[in-house]
Nanobody, 119 residues
Framework: VQLQASGGGVVQAGGSLRLSCVASGIILSEFSANDWGWYRQHPGKQRESVATLTNNGRINYADSVKGRFTVSRDNAKKRVYLQMNSLKPEDTAVYFC???????????WGRGTLVTVSS
C-alpha cells in the first residue's frame, strides 16, 4: 500500500487549504475497515496527530486545530481529506496520512505534503 498526500502549498495566515490523501494498492474493504488519520511534523519535532476518523465516523481533533480543521473520507475513492481553515503560522509542517488498526499505524508513511503558512 502506498499513501500519497497532496494539496499542500504556501498560504497566508487566515487562508485555507484542502489536503487529500489517496491510498493505492489497497482493496476497498481494507480501506473501509481502517480508521484513518492525519498527522503533521514540524521541523525538528516528532510527528503529531492532527485528526482521526474511525471507520464508523467518530472523529477526534487535536486541541490546536479544533474548530478550524475538518477531516473526511471517501471510501469509494480510497481517499481521506483534511480541510484546513483559518490557518496559522504554527500550522506550518509536513502533513501525512495513515491507516490505523488496533492502535497501530498500518502503512509506510510516504513523503507527505508541505504546508507553509506565512504571517
Amino acid at each position: 500500500v502506498q499513501l500519497q498526500a497532496s494539496g499542500g502549498g504556501v498560504v497566508q495566515a487566515g487562508g485555507s487549504l484542502r489536503l487529500s490523501c489517496v491510498a493505492s494498492g489497497i482493496i476497498l474493504s481494507e480501506f473501509s475497515a481502517n480508521d484513518w488519520g492525519w498527522y503533521r511534523q514540524h521541523p525538528g519535532k516528532q510527528r503529531e496527530s492532527v485528526a482521526t476518523l474511525t471507520n464508523n465516523g467518530r472523529i477526534n481533533y487535536a486541541d490546536s486545530v479544533k474548530g478550524r480543521f475538518t477531516v473526511s473520507r471517501d471510501n469509494a475513492k480510497k481517499r481521506v481529506y483534511l480541510q484546513m481553515n483559518s490557518l496559522k503560522p504554527e500550522d506550518t509542517a509536513v502533513y501525512f496520512c495513515n491507516g490505523i488498526r488496533g492502535g497501530s499505524y498500518r502503512y509506510n508513511w510516504g513523503r507527505g505534503t508541505l504546508v507553509t503558512v506565512s504571517s
